[in-house]
């Protein structure tokens, strides 16, 4: 077996085991978490060379291993987000915040759900845990079908660099399609936030995100 074969492997297991308490459909697993593949070296003859190609190898792994959480070289972490906002619900929608109408009373960190957006109203929500970091998600739903928004703490997770990009307001979001999945994802805060449906498009929720309070706010 190959060092690549491996590293995909490795990957692969890690998702699993991360996002075994939420249903996503494995193949947008696969698809979010894999990896940029390193240019092939042809091979040389000589000691020289093949000393050479160890060294380049070795410079290869420490690039790999310092650059995971970068937009270019997703590592599956936001596969789990997008695992969490496609999940059902555990508890009920929470309130609306009496001091700030425009918001329920959970969020993450600094930053809030909205009570309402546009048609979209909230039905339910769900806490976890992704990557490490804690994470919420509210589930809402809208005249196309439902969705889930999912809120990860900081730090930012690393966002595929193959999406479709679109700026809202002071927004700029990326727009992604795995399969029969949906997903828009931006950074708020520090903080990554994820849209996910199986039923509604890219641009209704890209609608959505563009409906937020903070869209045009700094």
Known sequence: MSEDERDTRA????IREATADVTAPPGLRERLARPTSAPRRRRRRGAAALAGVAVLAVAAVLIVAGTA?????????LAE???????????????????DPIHLTVRVGPVG???????WQPTGMRTATVAGRGARMVTYRGPAGNAGYAIVDAPALAVPGDGRRATVGRLELTL??????????????????????????TDDLAAF???????GAS
């Open 11 to 14: 990957i692969g297991d890690a």
């Open 69 to 77: 959480e970068t937009p270019d070289r997703p590592d599956g972490r």
């Open 81 to 99: 987000a997008v695992a969490l906002a496609l999940s059902p619900a555990r508890h009920p929608a929470p309130g609306v915040d009496p001091a």
């Open 113 to 119: 759900f909205p009570s309402r957006v546009h048609r």
């Open 176 to 201: 992604l399609r795995r399969d029969d999945t949906s997903i828009v994802t931006w950074r708020r805060k520090g903080r990554t936030c994820v849209l996910a449906s199986r039923t509604v498009g």
């Open 209 to 215: 995100a563009a409906g937020l309070p903070y869209a």
